[in-house]
């Protein structure tokens, strides 16, 4: 997917290697000949980096992004979008397929993998739609669209209601090895909401969305995904309850994954008390102990992956009154530095399990050989110093759009280099340059 | 006595606002309501001021009382709807506000069917806003002429037991109440159907009832809601006849209510189904009070917005 | 800002003499029946508290009684949304008909004449008086308008720079009449 430009040889030195899938955690050199990784000892005229005191991880794969192209380029395009990804960090993005038209068929998909040849910098999978037209009624060609190259399949703003159409998607997908992601949401529930329901709801006057909306869904997805012993996968959980439901699926063996955003696992529903459209995606933040139960659920393990659900809006769609702004932030750019800064420096979480959510977890979901450092693969690496503090500023974001909620938030953590197939799509590191 | 001043710009809720400033507004508005019980109801104070009433939700009654308060003050106005402005041509809020204040008006009353929508303007705007109504949020200017309803009739407000009936949960006049009264030391119990009653409210020291007759028992002042007939439809209650039987004041439960208790209503009413008709008109009910005095609290309010202006 | 206190311009005495001497005038001015018919409206806050002061020396140097109200010009003033806060109203209480009155507007320091103005402009919404007299215990000067006071307790020239403050026994605790320097705030 990404193009081909000159790439050189490397010897990343003095670094944090932290790999999870194959137990490394040490300083030690990595070689990148070629594209590949190789052998430090072995690699004809290698450029040497010196990385005293940063942290080098397999390229994160962040698997919920909202490209917006085709047809939504006002706010951001397959160019913008992998930049964006590059600075945040990213060297694998899954594509959602809630594009105009949408991804529910091979010329679509075709369409993407085209453009993202030609301009995106880092790696591109696409994601086809459940049903056709995500309109939650016929299933979409499925078999087509894994030829066309998806690597799985969401209604992801929808949710398909009808648990019969969902039985059958599960047991169709097994067939094709292509995992269900699921954005949990029971329409009725949901219906003109804005906010969760809860106390600022009540208090703000703002119709909400109350927990069941997704519980009820996410119940139904682990009683389909037990029948048809298929891969089920909960997009963007917001509420504890729905983190109690997958451990419990997940001791019974049930193949539920889960995802949570860094916006749900900072951030409470109080920030809606000023009616700031920033603060408004779907599904909402949620109450507090919801936050420290998602926290609890990365830890155990029943959240295995963090994804952003980066969606980007216009300044002029989301100023607006806030029940006609759309719902969605975006988050590739501040991702990384958000969870080092609440989830590592917090305590909760160690260096290796944190990108663990970003390499190990992800891949596992997809069924792909991705995430890992190993001798031979493509060199795709993320390059971070946890240490370092600065301040969110949205004006300066590669993505075309503005609307994050951690606009001039205080953090300690950023992403320094980024690398994809061996070149360094993205860098603030001294002396080296990053070219998207 | 602490001197206070008062020193906003805009009028958006309840929620904002401290006791001694809900006072100064109750305060000023006594003076008010004497203007428009003299011969000349009329005084110069916002000559030369230009307001603009934009009720992007309609209203016959808000709009009008504003209106007139606008005039007993001097004031020139500009009536705009949802449909008279560039609003149903696709511009934004936003931008339409923008070009009424290009317009150098100085006061914007504006109703509006999204919650927290004033919020929004007040920040970008330069020109005051007041809120007439926005969503289910707040509606300030409502619950200041009910308290001062109250105040005028039962001489204080700290200690006073209210009761709110009716669906509470899309009620920006319960909520505006709710945040006032609990500032000003009553005590508000609230009722409804319990698909309509949130139990958030019960954090913020609001009593929840589920029954009129314990709801209605001790109150002082018993302020019943409008009910809607869209709301029926979304499943929230069987029927309007049903909401009539069980929380109705009517010959039956109006036996539960004290005889000083003041009945009020922010109106239009729902004859019989609310209220019945004899009680609506009766000797407890401060309804048509209640309209007298929304016109001198909407005088006092655009007053003192008005004094702040070039701040 | 703490203003600093310039001159001590009448003491509780000077104060008193001052209220006399403006009952006397008062007293002339309207002879005989003239006086229980009269009216005192005291201009919010401090006129009405010197109002009161006026209409009790009056009552006991001729007998008689006038009559006394109260009037707060804020609704009429002609700086609206030029002030940075706003004070409260005070109360406006006319228990008398306007029409066809002798009135004798009280206020305790003349200035510019804009207060004055501005009351002339409420009392007329009232009604048609038959004559308004004004009544001042302090002008210090600095007229804007051509405002005169028919009755006035003294006259000082006061600079620009500072205000007059009257205080009051019942109300201040001491009777008192003195100036500071107006810091620009």
Redesign the interface.
């Known amino acids: 997917m990404v193009t081909k430009k000159e790439s050189s040889n490397y010897i990343l030195q003095n670094a944090r290697v932290i790999d999870p899938k194959n137990g490394v955690d040490a300083i030690c050199d990595i070689g990148i000949e070629n594209g590949l990784f190789a052998d430090p000892s072995k690699i004809s005229n290698p450029k040497k980096i010196d990385l005293k005191g940063m942290v080098i991880a397999p390229g994160f794969i962040d698997m919920h992004v909202h490209l917006r192209e085709p047809g939504g380029k006002d706010k951001e395009t397959i160019r913008t979008g992998t930049m964006a990804a590059a600075a945040g960090g990213f060297t694998t993005i899954v594509a959602m397929p809630n594009t105009n038209p949408l991804a529910d068929n091979a010329s679509t998909i075709e369409y993407i993998k085209t453009h993202c040849e030609e301009s995106a910098c880092v790696n591109v999978l696409p994601s086809g739609c459940i049903s056709k037209g995500s309109e939650g009624v016929e299933m979409s060609p499925i078999g087509g669209l894994k030829k066309a190259g998806i690597v799985a399949v969401t209604d992801d703003g929808k949710c398909v209601q009808n648990h019969e159409l969902m039985k059958h998607v599960l047991i169709y997908s097994k067939t094709f090895k292509i995992p269900v992601l699921d954005h949990c949401q029971d329409s009725f529930l949901a219906e003109g909401g804005l906010v969760a329901e809860?106390?600022w709801s009540?208090?703000?006057?703002?119709?909400g969305i109350p927990v069941a909306s997704e519980t009820i869904m996410v119940s139904r997805d682990i009683i389909l995904a037990e029948a048809a012993d298929w891969k089920v996968h909960i997009q963007h959980v917001s509420a504890g309850a729905s983190v109690d439901m997958i451990r419990d699926a997940q001791k019974k063996k049930v193949k539920v994954t889960a995802e949570v955003t860094p916006h749900h696992i900072a951030l409470t529903d109080e920030c809606i008390k000023?009616?700031d459209t920033n603060f408004k995606m779907s599904p909402p933040l949620r109450s507090e102990e919801d936050r420290k139960k998602l926290i609890k659920g990365l830890q155990d393990g029943t959240i295995s992956v963090i994804a952003t659900d980066h969606a980007p809006h216009t300044s002029?769609d989301k100023?607006?009154?806030?029940?006609?702004a759309p719902f969605g932030v975006v988050g590739l750019e501040t991702a990384v530095s958000i969870c080092l800064t609440e989830l590592y420096h917090k305590g909760f979480l160690s260096l290796s399990d944190l990108i663990s959510k970003f390499t190990v977890g992800p891949a596992q979901v997809l069924g792909l050989d991705i995430g890992s450092i190993e001798m031979g693969k493509k060199a795709d690496l993320t390059i971070f110093n946890p240490d370092v503090s600065y301040t969110i500023d949205a004006d300066s974001f590669y993505s075309k759009s503005r609307n994050t909620p951690f606009n001039g938030k205080e953090v300690k953590g950023r992403v320094m280099g980024t690398v994809v197939s061996g070149r360094f799509v993205y860098s603030m590191i001294d002396g080296l340059k990053g070219s998207f | 006595m602490t001197e206070i001043k008062w020193t906003r710009k805009d009028l958006l809720g309840m929620e904002d606002l401290s006791a001694d400033e809900i006072t100064f507004i109750l305060d000023t508005a006594e003076e008010f309501k004497k203007v428009n019980e003299r011969r000349v109801k009329k005084v110069p104070a916002l000559r030369g001021i230009t307001v603009v009433n934009f009720f992007v939700e309609p209203s016959t009654r808000t709009r009008a009382s504003f209106e007139l308060a606008e005039q007993r003050l001097s004031a020139d106005i500009v009536n705009m709807s949802a449909s008279t402005s560039s609003l149903s041509k696709g511009e934004s809020l936003l931008d339409t506000a923008k070009n009424i204040e290009a317009l150098q008006v100085d006061i914007l009353v504006m109703r509006h069917a999204a919650s927290g929508a004033h919020q929004f303007l007040a920040k970008n705007l330069k020109c005051a806003v007041i809120n007439a109504g926005d969503g289910a949020h707040e509606h300030p200017t409502q619950a200041l002429l009910d308290i001062f309803t109250i105040r005028e009739k039962k001489k204080k407000i700290k200690g006073l037991n209210i009761s709110i009936i009716g669906d509470i949960l899309h009620s920006r006049v319960a909520r505006s109440n709710i945040y006032a009264l609990l500032k000003l030391g009553a005590n508000v119990t609230i009722a409804g159907p319990p698909t309509l009653l949130p139990k958030e409210f019960e954090k913020i020291g609001v009593r929840l009832c589920d029954n009129l007759k314990d709801a209605v028992a001790d109150a002082d002042v018993v302020n019943l809601l409008r009910i809607q007939h869209e709301r029926q439809r979304a499943s929230y209650f069987p029927s309007i006849g049903e909401y009539a039987s069980v929380y109705g004041i009517n010959r039956e439960s109006i036996k539960y209510v004290k005889k000083d208790a003041l009945i009020m209503h922010p109106g239009p009413i729902n004859r019989g189904v609310e209220l019945d008709s004899e009680f609506a008109d009766g000797k407890q009910s401060v309804i048509l009070e209640q309209v007298t005095n929304g016109l001198a609290v909407r005088m006092a309010v655009l007053y003192l917005v008005s004094g702040c202006l070039k701040s | 800002m703490e203003d600093k206190i310039e001159n001590r311009l009448m003491d509780a005495k000077a104060m008193e003499l001052a209220i006399e001497r403006l009952a006397s005038k008062v007293i002339e001015s309207f002879p005989g029946k003239e006086l229980k018919s009269m009216a005192f409206l005291g201009i919010q806050k401090r006129g009405a508290w010197l109002a009161q002061r006026l209409y009790k020396r009056v009552f006991a140097m001729s007998g008689n009684k006038p009559l006394i109200g109260t009037i707060d010009t804020s609704m009429y003033r002609d700086d609206i949304g030029m002030r940075k806060n706003l004070a409260r109203i005070l109360e406006t209480s006319i228990p008398f008909d306007v029409n066809d009155r002798n009135i004798v507007l009280v206020d305790d320091v003349l200035s510019s004449g804009r207060t004055i103005r501005a009351a002339l402009d409420a009392i007329t919404d009232f009604g048609r008086p038959k004559t308004i007299r004004l009544a001042v215990l302090v002008d210090r000067g600095g007229r804007e308008f051509p405002i005169s006071a028919d009755f006035v307790g003294m006259k000082y020239s006061v600079p620009q720079e500072e205000k007059v403050h009257v205080c009051f026994k019942d109300h201040d605790g001491e009777d008192i009449v003195y100036t500071t320097s107006r810091k620009e705030s």
């Open positions: 809860g106390y009540t208090i703000k006057g703002l119709r000023d009616y002029t100023l607006v009154e806030f029940a006609y």
